[in-house]
């Protein structure tokens, strides 16, 4: 079956350091990657996805590559603010009719001042 | 277009009670799918359903759970008799008419209690 594996946290940052969350994943086909972020006590808004190998999804300055190769599709932002303070989760979606997402177990982020 | 709706926003219940979800998905929307979060732990597929039929409920408990989606009104996920294992966070999604593929977009959650 499909699976996703994304580090642990918690990761605890400056504010305008480098972030990196790694995420891999073990699913049949091509699925679609995606990047949903939680902020506390919010349901899951969706950060960034990619559909087919090579993609690089980007929003609000965050950016992650969908690497067939490496099954990967790391979370990556240069310079991290307060606000990012979330928890972010990896998910990917069967290339079927319809959409059953399998997401990560979720890492949260704290960037302080 | 408002998002999608989900009340209540926090529910508790004794052991053995019923609890009743609601999720009123976006408009134009007829795809709704329902997810379990447990403490400290990430999102796993319950069901998934369009109007007025469930399409794939593999990942939802044998017993006391049960989902709906009538032709009118919003989806409701049913759990009877609720032990404490059923505490979590209960999160509704809907995908759009034209295209069931598409990105889910989320609720806010119901958050269950069960003392």
């Known amino acids: 079956g499909n699976s996703v594996t994304q580090m642990e946290g918690p990761v605890t940052l400056s504010e305008e350091a480098f972030l990196t969350i790694n995420c891999t994943y073990t699913a049949t086909g091509y699925p679609s990657l995606f990047w949903y972020v939680q902020y506390p006590g919010e349901g899951l808004q969706l950060l960034l996805k990619a559909t087919k190998a090579d993609d690089k999804g980007s929003n609000k300055g965050f950016e992650a590559t969908y690497r067939k190769e490496t099954t990967s599709f790391h979370l990556e932002k240069g310079s991290v603010q307060v606000s990012d303070s979330a928890v972010y989760f990896c998910?990917?979606?069967?290339?079927?009719?319809?959409?059953?997402?399998?997401f990560g177990t979720g890492t949260k982020l704290q960037v302080i001042p | 277009n408002a998002g999608v709706m989900q009340n209540p926003r926090h529910l508790v219940r004794r052991r053995g009670q019923e609890a009743r979800l609601r999720c009123s998905p976006m408009k134009g929307h007829s795809h709704v799918y329902w997810y379990r979060q447990l403490p400290e732990e990430g999102l796993k597929f319950m069901v998934y359903l369009q109007k007025e039929n469930i399409i794939d409920e593999s990942g939802m408990p044998k017993e006391r759970f049960s989902a709906e989606f009538p032709k009118e009104g919003p989806s409701i996920l049913r759990i009877q008799q609720v032990v404490r294992g059923d505490s979590a966070a209960y999160f509704c999604?809907?995908?759009?008419?034209?295209?069931?593929?598409?990105?889910?977009?989320f609720g806010p959650g119901t958050r269950l209690t069960v003392l």
């Open positions: 998910a990917l979606s069967d290339s079927g009719g319809y959409q059953k997402v399998t």
């Open positions: 999604a809907s995908s759009p008419d034209r295209n069931p593929t598409d990105t889910q977009y």
